[in-house]
């Protein structure tokens, strides 16, 4: 039974890397027909809040990663820590150590001095410690004991086959003097515990992973796959910041982006099923294999993302645009109750939209009128036009109010005075919309209504030359 994790610290929001690893962690899991567990890591006691432990969850609810076990949370389990460590000092493979931070920080001096490469000495492993006497009053941390040679080697599921040599490894601090474990102590704990079969993290963890696989083995526990995912870089190459758009998911959620064109877009960060780029989560999770992930960084396209986005939204059903929309509407100062349904108006809309905030911009003219710009008005508004919106108005005050019998209106006034429809098409977009563009006009003009219409066109008729 495969078993995998998404272990963030709440530390801030969920980022897009993050999220990123979330959901192959979630898919590999999905796709196995195993258990995906969510770990709060929030042992940095400093940095963690609950604000974030909360964002963290929004995100991955948003994103539709839902997960079997969990949520557990690092700080609820110190008792086990303590347990699994005290059990590895009674065995001789961790230590107390003593040392200050300035007795490190001056060791680590020398060390440089000497051209070598700074690590912990051992000066407190029990057999260089023999006859010293713990300071009085200092605190002890707890290090564990690395083996001093040989190798430690695992086959990446991503990277292939990666090795260190314990020398490059020193005795790595595993309980802190406030007896909360540091994070490669922890996540073993939790990982033997939880049961992983499979770790898939970002690569900015390898490092870490050889010291885990030692603490592991001196548990006599089974050490899980590992699979490190590349990093996501922007378009530049470099790492991907707040320069490169938004790196926090639920910005995306506040840009008016919808979760399956995130999900759909981080998919095809990294990882590839031939020359796809739409595909359902579905379809993802059928797809979804660990020897398609790009061993080089993915590159951040935010214009994908966008164009993603627009797909889905014209996928998206009405009302459900309509209630996402509302919000930003009404940030706009509109209330989408006075006034046409939304529901049609978005339906109206969303061809032409990249975003749901755009689409509620858009929608603004439906709900209040907008004052067109002056020079709009004087491109459109010509001379003789006055008599043809009166004509058209006469006629529009008495048909059927739809969309056939607003064109054929139309029709018939452009008829009647031999003009061009765009002539008369263009002027009435700018006196009903107060905007350039818009969806064709007499399908505007049905959603908003007779009254509406005619109140504008009444608002803006001085201004037209007879
Ligand atoms: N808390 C770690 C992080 O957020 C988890 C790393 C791991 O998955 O082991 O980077």
């Known amino acids: 039974m495969i078993r995998t994790r998404f272990a963030p610290s709440p530390t801030g929001y969920l980022h ?11 898919a590999f899991a999905r796709r196995h027909g195993g258990t995906f567990v969510l770990r709060i890591e929030d042992t940095d006691v400093e940095r963690s809040t609950a604000a974030s432990t909360q964002a963290i969850l929004d995100a991955m609810d948003w994103l539709g990663l ?18 699994v460590c005290a059990r590895l000092i009674a065995e001789g ?17 020398q060390q440089r001095a000497h051209g070598e490469k700074p690590r912990y000495d051992g000066r407190w492993r029990p057999e260089n410690a023999r006859g010293r006497t713990p300071p009085a009053g200092v605190q ?3 290090r564990f004991r690395n083996p001093d040679d040989g190798v430690v080697t695992w086959d ?3 990277k292939g ?6 020398t490059e490894l020193d005795d790595l601090v595993i309980m802190r003097a406030d007896g909360i474990p540091t ?7 939790d990982d033997i515990d939880m049961k992983m079969t499979h770790v898939i993290r970002g690569d900015d963890h390898v490092n870490n992973t050889p010291r885990q696989i030692n603490i592991y083995r001196a548990l006599g526990a089974e050490v899980p796959r590992f699979g490190h995912v590349p990093m996501i870089l922007g378009e530049d190459g470099e790492r991907l910041s707040k320069r490169h758009g938004a790196v926090s998911v639920m910005q995306y959620f506040d840009d008016g982006y919808l979760p399956e064109a995130i999900d759909n877009y981080f ?11 739409i595909f359902s989560m579905k379809q993802f999770v059928e797809w979804f294999d660990l020897a398609h992930i790009s061993r080089s960084p993915a590159k951040f396209n935010p214009e994908k993302l966008q164009w993603l986005n627009a797909h889905y939204i014209k996928a998206a059903d009405d009302a459900r645009l309509a209630a996402l929309a509302e919000p930003f509407l009404r940030k706009d100062g509109c209330d989408p109750s006075q006034g046409p349904a939304l529901e049609k108006v978005v339906g109206l809309l969303k061809e032409r939209v990249n975003t749901i905030a755009e689409l509620a911009d858009a929608a603004v003219y439906f709900y209040r009128r907008i004052e067109p710009a002056e020079a709009l008005r004087e491109q459109h508004y010509v001379t003789g036009l006055g008599a043809a919106i009166d004509a058209l108005r006469g006629r529009l005050a008495n048909i059927d109010w739809n969309r056939v019998a607003i064109s054929d209106a139309m029709k018939a006034v452009v008829a009647e005075r031999g003009l061009k429809m765009p002539k008369l098409a263009m002027p009435l977009r700018v006196m009903v919309t107060g905007e350039p563009q818009s969806p064709s006009i007499d399908a505007v003009l049905e959603v908003l209504g007779r009254e509406t219409t005619l109140a504008r066109m009444d608002a803006e008729r001085l201004r037209i030359p007879d």
Not at 183 to 189: A, E, I, L, R, S
Not at 267 to 277: F, K, V, Y
Request: proline share 3%; with cysteine.
């Open 16 to 26: 897009i890397g993050g999220a990123r690893t979330a959901l192959f962690s979630w």
């Open 66 to 83: 839902d997960y079997d076990e969990g949520p557990f949370y690092q700080m609820q389990r110190l008792d086990r820590y303590r347990e």
């Open 93 to 109: 493979k961790a230590y107390h150590c003593y040392a200050s931070k300035e007795e490190l920080d001056e060791m680590r001096e």
């Open 140 to 142: 002890p941390i707890v």
């Open 156 to 158: 990446d599921l991503v």
């Open 161 to 166: 086959e990666i090795t260190f040599a314990n």
């Open 183 to 189: 994070y490669n102590f922890g996540v073993v704990v």
């Open 267 to 277: 998919a095809r960060l990294g990882w590839s099923h031939g020359d796809d780029e």
